[in-house]
C-alpha cells in the first residue's frame, strides 16, 4: 500500500479554525472510505494554546453539524514542511509564517492558501472568529465544509500520482 497522503491545516493559535478543518476533513474522508490513504493533522503558528482542546464554541458549533473537533493544539514546525504533502493556511498572514520555516524555499509549492480550494466561496482568508460572536464560527464552517471538499479532489489527485 502507498504512503499516505499527508495533510496539514494551519491557523494562528490552532484552537478554532485549523482543528475544526482538521475535523471537518476527517468526517468528509471518512465518509468516502479514504481514511487509510490520508494523514490529517492542525497546527497553529503561535504556541500560546498548545496542548489545548479547541475552543469550547467552536467545539459547540461543529458538534450541532455532525463533527468531533478534539485534536489538541501544537505549534506547526519547519519538520512539519518536510513531513506534509499540502499544508494549508487560513489567511495570509499564516501563510507568510509558514513560508518564513523555509527560508531556502525547498517546501514553498505545497505551502497553499485554504481558500484556494473553496468553490461557492470567493478566495482570501478563513477569517478568525475568536473575537466575535457565534454567527462567525458558523461563517467558518461554511467555509471549511466548502474547501474541505475542494481539498479532498487535490488529494485524490496526489493518491493518484503515489
Not at 506534509?84 to 501563510?95: E, K, T, V
Request: aromatic share 6%; proline share 5%.
Amino acid at each position: 500500500m502507498p504512503s499516505p497522503v499527508r495533510v496539514l491545516f494551519v491557523c494562528l493559535g490552532n484552537i478554532c479554525r485549523s482543528p475544526a478543518a482538521e475535523g471537518v476533513f476527517r468526517h468528509l474522508v471518512h465518509e468516502e472510505g479514504l481514511a487509510e490513504a490520508l494523514h490529517i493533522d492542525s497546527a497553529g503558528t503561535a504556541d500560546w494554546h498548545s496542548g489545548k482542546l479547541p475552543d469550547e464554541r467552536m467545539r459547540q458549533a461543529g458538534k450541532a453539524r455532525g463533527y468531533d473537533f478534539s485534536s489538541r493544539a501544537r505549534q506547526a514546525r519547519a519538520e512539519d514542511l518536510q513531513k506534509f504533502d499540502l499544508i494549508l493556511a487560513m489567511d495570509a498572514q499564516n501563510h507568510r509564517d509558514l513560508l518564513s520555516l523555509d527560508p531556502q524555499g525547498l517546501h514553498h509549492t505545497k505551502i497553499r492558501l485554504f481558500r484556494d480550494f473553496c468553490t461557492a466561496h470567493e478566495t482570501g482568508d478563513v477569517p478568525d472568529p475568536y473575537y466575535g460572536g457565534p454567527e462567525g464560527f458558523e461563517n467558518v464552517l461554511d467555509l471549511l465544509e466548502d474547501g474541505c471538499a475542494g481539498v479532498l479532489s487535490h488529494a485524490r489527485g496526489l493518491l493518484s500520482r503515489s
